[in-house]
């Protein structure tokens, strides 16, 4: 799809200096624009890329001084870095800017979709399903009975959503997700054998939620798993049954969450985390990368190691881990 500089100047509220008929196709930096690309200069350390660029529209601030004249047209706004961010915003709405319902599908005749819907091919909608307007299905998702999904959600190829689970609004499911798979829920028998406890619960996400590819969210064994809003989730994640998550938390790959646990709000949780089960962390609580939380945390805490310790006391404690060996070598 073709823009050109006036239409994406009007987008983003700037001035046009240069040719507003340019026509552009493709994004790119700005030391490796080509003809039919858009770029943007915010960084005064890549000023020189702007008079070697084969871009035909760069975007710029207001007070970039050229020093000499440039062949790219130029749209002035007053912050290009933001502006290039809602400029990749609007180039992702027009790719997804799918509609229409594509075969072989199944859809259940008990099922309710709004305006605007896009399921691709291969997609399984179950029973007494509701999806909300300008959702997008993709490819082999299966969606299970009595899922409710919100308005402009993104379900991406071969997401998995079990039964009774609710998504909200503006939500963006990434490949290979799973939501509402069995918690890890067992009880040991007298002979050492293992009786499954059967998990009837479901998963709730609420608005602006992120999940990444390959992330599993375990349904509850009674009530709800809860993702709050606005939470971001990375890639290959598990969430294990009755967890709640606080809006606004990120956590990153590789952690896991045993169940029962609750986590606070607006908390940062690096990667490679574990998180034992039936504990509670505060809000704006960060756990650095590879920790190991074994017990509550309050608000504001920062923890790292394994069993977490408060970050401080573990940096001055690392200090002491290095000179062990030579510490040794002395004593002996």
Sequence with gaps: MKVTAQQIADVLEGKVEGNPKVEVSSLSKVEEGKEGSISFLSNPKYTNYIYTTQ?????????????????????????????????????????????????PVFVSESSQYGENVYIGAFAYIGENVKIG???????????????????????????????????????????????????????????????????????IIEDDVEIGSCTTIDRATLGS?????????????????????????????????????????????????????HITIGNYVKIQAQSGVTKSLKDNEIVQGSPAMNFNDYSKSYVCFKQLPQLVKKIK
Aim: net charge neutral; proline share 2%; hydrophobic share 40%.
């Design 225 to 277: 798993t809860i993702i709050r809003q606005g939470v971001k989730l990375d890639n290959q994640i598990q969430i294990a049954h009755n967890v709640e998550v606080g809006e606004h938390t990120v956590i990153a790959s590789q952690s896991g969450i045993a169940g029962s646990t609750k986590i606070g709000k607006h908390c940062v949780i690096g990667g490679q985390v574990g998180i034992v089960g």
């Design 133 to 203: 307007n300008n959702v997008k299905i993709y490819p082999h998702v299966h969606i299970g009975d009595n899922v409710e999904i919100g308005d402009d959600t993104v379900l991406n190829a071969g997401v998995k959503v079990y039964y009774d689970c609710k998504i909200g609004k503006n939500c963006i499911i990434h490949a290979g997700v799973v939501i509402g798979s069995d918690g890890f829920g067992f009880a040991p028998n007298a002979d050492g054998s293992y009786q499954k406890v059967p998990q009837i619960g479901n998963v």
């Design 55 to 103: 871009a035909s529209i760069v975007i710029v601030n207001d007070s970039l001084v050229l020093e000499k004249p440039v062949e790219s047209t130029l749209i002035r706004v007053a912050d290009a870095y933001k502006a290039f961010t809602k400029l990749l915003e609007f180039y992702d709405k027009l790719r997804s800017m799918k509609s229409g319902i594509e075969q």
